[in-house]
């Protein structure tokens, strides 16, 4: 159990937060769209599973390839496999407890699902090594990211459409832009240490810009989908919300103070993320 704890804490479980009330907006936006029903328990329980296989092993993975920087950088040099609170073998271990979970989750779904899991598993993957050659490593987490609306879309439809894809990219680009924030702490290790991102190769405050820049089309990303999708009031509120928290959340970091990059990344987007949710769900229920 203590190794267990000190798991869960290395890959950050807490803030499953983030992806997973996109993956029900997915679910509920796709079974209301395409069937004009509720995704039934089954679908909605299978779909925790695999958000929770899929993350867990995500970010476990991150934490066993970036080790080595890890344990350089004077502010993550604390993490658990750096530290040496947990082996390699442990941590690998785990890591295949997490893939085996999301297979057999997706295996309980529908044969688009498993047809598309590779796809999903090649950029959980790739991400954790794309900070060595480009700067684009934020957008390939934010394709990773939103592919958790587009699988808990794709889990009750068993199919992929425009709608779905608008919902990916707006995700995508939201997860992208509160990467780039986070990512302006490390500026200076990763210049010298050769490690690209947005920040250390454009200078944080281009990087902050273009962070809005990302949030700005997530927030068209949702109004093309309130248009598309006929729903009304309620989501309506729901964008509006998103984007005066976005707009907030930029408000609190600048390139010259970025003392409250915490509150902007961890609070703020996980609010946002749960607010959209809750409102698509209050939409639905209201028609």
Known sequence: MKKLRIILEMIKFEHTIFALPFAFMGAILGSYVVKGTWPSWGQIFWIIVAMVGARSAAMALNRLIDRKFDGENP????????????????????????????????????????????????????????????????IVLGVALGLAPLGGWV??????????????????????????????????????????????????????????????????????????????????IGILISALILIYEHSLVKPTDLSKLNTAFFTMNGVLSVLVFAFTFIDLVMR
Not at 76 to 90: D, I
Not at 169 to 186: H, K, L, M, N
Not at 190 to 218: C, E, N, W
């Open 75 to 138: 502010r993550t040099k604390m993490r658990a496999l750096p530290a040496g609170l947990l082996s390699v073998k442990e941590v690998v271990f785990f890591i295949i407890g997490s893939f085996v979970l999301l297979f057999i989750a997706a295996s309980q779904l529908n044969r688009l699902t498993m047809e598309l899991l590779p796809i999903a598993v090649f950029f959980l993957v790739f991400y954790s090594f794309t900070k060595r050659f480009t700067w684009a490593c934020h």
């Open 155 to 236: 889990a009750v439809t068993g199919e992929v459409d425009g709608i779905s894809l608008i919902l990916f990219a707006a995700v995508a680009f939201w997860s992208a832009g509160f990467d780039v924030i986070y990512a302006c702490q490390d500026v200076s290790f990763d210049r010298q240490r050769g490690l690209y991102s947005i920040p250390s190769y454009f200078g944080v405050a281009r990087a902050l810009k273009l962070a809005r820049l990302f949030h700005v089309f997530t927030i068209i990303g949702f109004v093309v989908l309130y248009f598309l999708t006929n729903l009304k009031i309620w989501f309506g």
